[in-house]
C-alpha cells in the first residue's frame, strides 16, 4: 500500500498534521503568496503556479521544524515546505546541495528540489511583499523550500518495528540496508563539502553545540548551568524545573514530561550529554578521524522502500528528509566523523520506540550494513566513540522531543498543533543501554562482524571504488552524469556478496 509517510501518530493511534491556521486561512491565500513571490510561474522552476486559484493545495505533513503542503495544478504536484517560527535552519542550504549530488551523481533516489526567481535552492521568506493581504511577520525570515513530489505516493515503511514487512527478518533486512545507506549518503555528499561555497552554513543540528542551545532554549535556562558543574548548579535547575511545571495542562503528553521532570529526567540527560561530551573529545584528540557529511535522520520514516520476500531484501526507491544534514568545520567547531551518522542511526530504531528496550540485534544488522560500505575495518577508537554517539542520539531525541512541549513548559502557548511524543522514553532507552552493557562486550561484537571472509569482500570492492573516487575517470563519468549507472553497479556487487 502506498500513502504519504508524513502523517505522525498520536499516543491514541490518531494521525495528526501540524499545521498553523494562518497558512491556511482563505484557502491559503498567505502560503500561496509567500510561493507566488519566491518561485513566479515560468520565472521560476516551478510547474506549479501558485496564484492560481485552480492550484490544489492542503496541509499533508510537519516534523517538529517545518510545514509541508502539497500543491497540485493539473498533473502536476510539488512540496512545499516552510520552517516553522522561533525555529531557525542555518543548514538547509547545505542540505538541498546534499540532495541534489545525490539526485544527480548516485544511485539514491531523491526528489529535485526547484530553484527560485533567483535560481537558489532554499528561499527566505521577506519582511515585506507588496500587496499581500496576510500578515507576515510571524513567518518572515524562514527558509522555505520547493521539491518534486511522489507521483503515486510514498512507499511507506510502518513506523512501528513489529510492522515492518516480513517479520523479524525483514526487519533485520532493512536495518542492513540503511546500514550501508548511512555510509552512501555521506561519501556521495563529500563532493559538497569539497566545493563547499563560503556562504554556506554546515552546522551539526545533533551536535554537541546544537544540544546544549537546544536544551537552554527548551526549558530556559543558561548554557553555562547545563554543564552543572556543581551542587548548586543542580539546585539552582531543579528549582526552576519546579517553578515552570505549573505551566503544563492536563493533555496526556504535558502530564508524561511533566512526571518525567519530576523524577529528574533532564538531570540524567544533562549528565550522560556532559559526560559524552568529554569522552567523544578525548577520544577524537587522541585517535583524530574526518569530519564529513552527515545524514543525521537514517530511518526508516524518511526512507520509502519496497520488500521482496521471497529474498529478504529491500530497495530503496525513495529518500528525503536531508534537512538535517551537518559538516563539522574548524569555524562552526562541530566534529562529524562517520560513526556518529551510525550511532544517531541506532538511536532510533535499535529501542523499542514505547518501552525503551535496546535490541541488539537490531543494532548488529545496521552495523553489519554499514561494516560493508567501509574500505577498512573499524578501528578501536571508532568502535568506542561508536557506543557512545549511539547515546548522544538518544540524548539528542531526548531535547528535540522536549522543544514540542517547550513553549507550553515556559508559559508561551503555541499556535501550532502537532501530535507531541513523550520525551521519557528516551531516559528508558539509555537504562536499557547501560543494562545490557554491564554485560555484553559492544567492541567484540562490532569485530565479530568485521572479521568474517564475507565482509573481506566487501571491502576489497570499495577500495576499488575509492581509487576510482581519486581518479580522474571520476571527474569525466561525474561530467557526463553516468555516476548513477557506476553506483547502481557497486550496490550489485555488494549485493551479490550477501547472496551466495
Known sequence: MQVSKDRIRNRNQEFKIARHHQLEENSFS????????????????????????????????????????????????VFLKIVKPGFVRDNIAFSVLCTEECRLHSSIPTFQTFRGENGKLHQIVPEYLEGVSGDLRMFSGQ?????????????????????IPGGRQGQLALMEKLGGYIVKVSRI????????????????????????????????????????????????????????????????????????????????????????????????????????????????????????GASNRWEITQSFDFDNMGFGTTENGDQTPLEKDLGRTLSFFAFDPVSGEFYPDNAKATIKGYLERLAEKMSEAEI?????????????SYLWRSSYLAEELLGHPTEIQLARPDPGVHVRQIRSLDDWLKTNPFA?????????????????????AELFRNSAYYCSKRAEGTLPEYDSELDAAHDQINCT
Not at 503568496?33 to 520565472?43: D, E, K, L, S, V
Not at 553555562?224 to 495542562?249: F, Q
Not at 565479530?448 to 570499495?462: A, F, G, S, V, Y
Open 30 to 77: 498567505l502560503l500561496r503568496q509567500i510561493f507566488a513571490a519566491a518561485y513566479p510561474y515560468g520565472n521560476s522552476e516551478s510547474v506549479v503556479d501558485f496564484s492560481s486559484p485552480k492550484t490544489q493545495i492542503q496541509a499533508v505533513n510537519s516534523g517538529r521544524l517545518s510545514f509541508v503542503f502539497l500543491a497540485k495544478q493539473g498533473g502536476n504536484q
Open 384 to 396: 568506542h566513540r561508536l557506543q557512545d554517539y549511539i547515546q548522544l542520539g538518544i540524548v539528542t
Open 189 to 308: 555528499s563529500s563532493v559538497v563539502t569539497e566545493n563547499l561555497p563560503k556562504d554556506i552554513e554546515t552546522t551539526d543540528p545533533t551536535g554537541f553545540a546544537s544540544g546544549r542551545q537546544i536544551a537552554s532554549d527548551n526549558f530556559g535556562i543558561s548554557e553555562n548551568l547545563t554543564h552543572l558543574h556543581n551542587p548548586e548548579d543542580r539546585k539552582k535547575m531543579r528549582d526552576h524545573i519546579l517553578s515552570l511545571l505549573p505551566n503544563l495542562g492536563e493533555s496526556p503528553e504535558a502530564e508524561s514530561f511533566r512526571e518525567g521532570l519530576q523524577r529528574g529526567d533532564l538531570e540524567v540527560i544533562l549528565d550522560r550529554f556532559n559526560q559524552l561530551e568529554k569522552n567523544i573529545h578525548e577520544s577524537l584528540v587522541s585517535d583524530p578521524a574526518p569530519n564529513v557529511p552527515i545524514h543525521n535522520e537514517v530511518k526508516p520514516t524518511n526512507v520509502g522502500a519496497i520488500f521482496d
Open 143 to 163: 527558509t522555505m523550500t520547493l521539491t518534486e513530489a511522489a507521483r503515486d505516493g510514498i512507499n511507506e515503511i510502518p513506523e512501528a518495528l513489529n510492522e
Open 444 to 464: 567484540e561484537i562490532v569485530e565479530d562482524l568485521q572479521n568474517t571472509p564475507q565482509m573481506k569482500r566487501h571491502r576489497d570492492i570499495e577500495r576499488k
